[in-house]
C-alpha cells in the first residue's frame, strides 16, 4: 500500500468515526468535543497513526459494516463506559491490549512528563477497553498481533502516536 493510498484509508476512517460522533447524543445538548471536529479528527489520526495497514483497512470494513447495520460505535463505547449496556465482547484480547497499551502511555508519560500528562487513574484504560469492544474478532486479533510485534521489537506505540503528532506540528520528535 503506497502512503498517498495509506492516508486514504486514515481520512476515510476518521471521517466515518467523525460523522458518528457528531451524531452521538448527549444530555444537555451536544458536548464541547462535539463541537471541535478538528481537534477530533487530529487525535484520532493520531490514535490510528499506530496502526499497520491490515489493522486499519479491518476497521474500516467494521465501520462500513457498522453503517450498514445501523450500529454507531460511539454511542455504543459511551454506553459501554457508563455501564448502560453489556459487554460487547468477552475475549481475553480486550484487557491484553488495553493493558499494552496502559502500560505504553503510562511508560511514555514517565520519560517525558511535560508533554504526556497522565493522572494515574484506569481512565484510560477503561475508555480503551470499552472502544475495543466495538471492533470484530479479526480487528481484535490484528490489534493484537500488532501489539505482540511491538513487544518483540521493543517498540512503544504511545511514543510513536506522540511523535506522529509532533512531527504533524512541526515539533522534534520524543526520544
Same mark, same amino acid.
Given at each position: ?9 486514515? *481520512?476515510?476512517? $476518521? ?14 445538548? %451536544? ?7 478538528? $481537534? ?34 460511539? $454511542? ?12 460487547? #465482547? ?22 517525558? %512528563? ?37 513487544? *518483540?521489537? #521493543? ?21
Amino acid at each position: 500500500m503506497t502512503e498517498k493510498e495509506r492516508d486514504a484509508i486514515l *481520512d476515510e476512517i $476518521v471521517r466515518r468515526e467523525l460523522d458518528m460522533f457528531l451524531a452521538t447524543p448527549n444530555e444537555g445538548g %451536544p458536548a464541547e468535543c462535539q463541537q471541535r471536529p478538528e $481537534v477530533f479528527k487530529l487525535m484520532r489520526l493520531m490514535t490510528h497513526s499506530a496502526h499497520d495497514n491490515a489493522f486499519l483497512e479491518s476497521y474500516l470494513q467494521d465501520l462500513k459494516d457498522a453503517e450498514r447495520t445501523g450500529r454507531n460505535f460511539m $454511542v455504543e463505547k459511551y454506553a459501554r463506559m457508563d455501564n448502560l449496556i453489556p459487554p460487547l #465482547n468477552e475475549t481475553p484480547l480486550l484487557d491484553e491490549i488495553a493493558k499494552a497499551e496502559t502500560n505504553w502511555l503510562d511508560e511514555a508519560a514517565k520519560m517525558h %512528563p511535560d508533554i504526556i500528562k497522565r493522572d494515574g487513574s484506569d481512565k484510560f484504560r477503561h475508555y480503551l477497553r470499552c472502544e475495543l469492544e466495538t471492533l470484530s474478532d479479526k480487528s481484535l486479533e490484528l490489534y493484537g498481533e500488532e501489539i505482540k510485534l511491538a513487544r *518483540d521489537q #521493543n517498540k512503544n506505540l504511545a511514543l510513536k502516536r506522540h511523535n506522529w503528532l509532533a512531527a504533524k506540528l512541526g515539533r522534534p520528535p520524543l526520544k
